[in-house]
């Protein structure tokens, strides 16, 4: 089966760009997705299709896919940008998220 | 504004079924694919499969398979998920979520369900 893995853990001063990878078998031929997911709080939409962003979702946040590795990066992270980070992907007609990266912002 | 709204806590014991309910609002719920994704506490995303709620098509993710059932019910928009002989690691809040058939995104997640599984 197919599996998307990230990193368990990222950190990131405040002002700094934070970058969380993804990581999957030719992941560059299918499209990425990430989630935010605060505590206690149900997953958003941040990236779609590689690289683009929702309504609502602010610019710092972008998204880049190739090769076998999906990136999110948050330019200019605010604090409040501390959360669970999950990338997923289709494979075929079934989904998958990775493991999830918890981005701490000190 | 679109909305999908879950029922309520649900406590059962080993070896029972429980049923979620997911009600969607402020969009036509046929349009969009619902889809199941459960997270177990301090744990990761873990989907589990979909239903097409326009011809009551579904797939369900291998690792359920025998021992989930989605339906829907369109007269009311809502969306159910069946979980049958509960073991303590199913333990875990359910989701729904909505897809947007084109970006095949999940754009809009309802609240959850948390279900516990204890004796």
């Known amino acids: 089966s197919y599996e998307l893995t990230q990193p368990p853990s990222v950190s990131v001063s405040p002002g700094q760009t934070a970058s969380i990878t993804c990581s999957g078998d030719?992941?560059?031929?299918?499209?990425a997705c990430w989630y935010q997911q605060k505590p206690g709080q149900s997953p958003v939409l941040v990236i779609f299709q590689d690289n683009n962003r929702p309504s609502g979702i602010p610019g710092r946040f972008s998204g880049s896919n190739s090769g076998n590795t999906a990136t999110l990066t948050i330019s200019g992270t605010q604090a409040m940008d501390e959360a669970d980070y999950y990338c997923?992907?289709?494979?075929?007609?079934?989904?998958?998220f990775g493991g999830g990266t918890k981005l701490t912002v000190l | 504004q679109v909305h999908l709204v879950h029922s309520g806590a649900e406590v059962k014991n080993p070896g029972a079924s429980v049923k979620v309910s997911c009600k969607a609002s402020g969009y036509t719920f046929t349009d969009y694919y619902i889809h199941w994704v459960r997270q177990a506490p301090g744990r990761g995303l873990e989907w589990m499969g979909w239903?097409?709620?326009?011809?009551?098509?579904?797939n369900y993710a291998q690792k359920f398979q025998g021992r989930v059932t989605m339906t829907r019910d369109t007269s009311i928009s809502t969306a159910y998920m069946e979980l049958s002989r509960l073991r303590s690691d199913d333990t875990a809040v359910y989701y729904c979520?909505?897809?947007?058939?084109?970006?095949?995104?999940?754009?809009?997640w309802g609240q959850g369900t948390l279900v516990t599984v204890s004796s």
């Open positions: 997923q992907a289709w494979d075929s007609s079934t989904v998958v």
């Open positions: 030719k992941l560059g031929d299918k499209y």
């Open positions: 239903i097409n709620p326009n011809s009551g098509g579904t």
């Open positions: 979520a909505r897809v947007v058939v084109g970006t095949r995104a999940f754009d809009y």
